[in-house]
């Protein structure tokens, strides 16, 4: 893992890895993000959020339309929708599996996996592309 000190936006206090890191200041409230959402909703983003902190920290950052998930760096996000959550996870390789149903290279070493679940249970079998995008967010990729 990298281990340069973060730099804190001084306007809305969130931590980047980079220096300046573009980003929509704001802070929002995680609840909004479940109302009129069905209660599996709410049981995905759970089971989701205990599955990364099985792997260590994790900061939960609530943004406008979404959820981000940070070690050092973003490496996950959920989208709930009323019924299902969409989501993305960034890992170091083009991985073209049946979980993903849109696969996006931002650089040689960043792709975005983008996925859909409707039930908890499926969580589970995101786990080690899960682990993958943990390392990704410690930024080990680039070590």
């Not at 089971?47 to 260590?56: C, D, I």
């Not at 499926?122 to 410690?138: D, P, W």
Request: proline share 6%; charged share 25%.
């Amino acid at each position: 893992m990298i281990d340069r000190p973060l730099w804190t936006c001084p306007a809305c206090g969130r931590s980047f890895a980079n220096r300046r890191q573009s980003h929509a200041c704001g802070r929002h409230a995680l609840a909004p993000h479940f109302e009129g959402r069905s209660e599996d909703v709410r049981r995905i983003f759970d089971a989701f959020l205990a599955m990364l902190e099985s792997f260590g920290p994790v900061t939960v950052l609530p943004e406008k339309s979404r959820i981000a998930f940070q070690v050092r760096m973003s490496f996950a996000q959920l989208t709930p929708r009323r019924h299902w959550v969409n989501g993305h996870f960034v890992l170091a390789r083009r991985a073209e599996d049946p979980p993903f149903t849109r696969v996006e290279t931002i650089s040689p070493r960043n792709h975005v996996h983008h996925f859909r679940l409707g039930l908890a249970e499926a969580v589970e079998g995101l786990h080690g592309y899960a682990r993958e995008a943990y390392a990704v967010g410690r930024q080990e990729h680039l070590g």
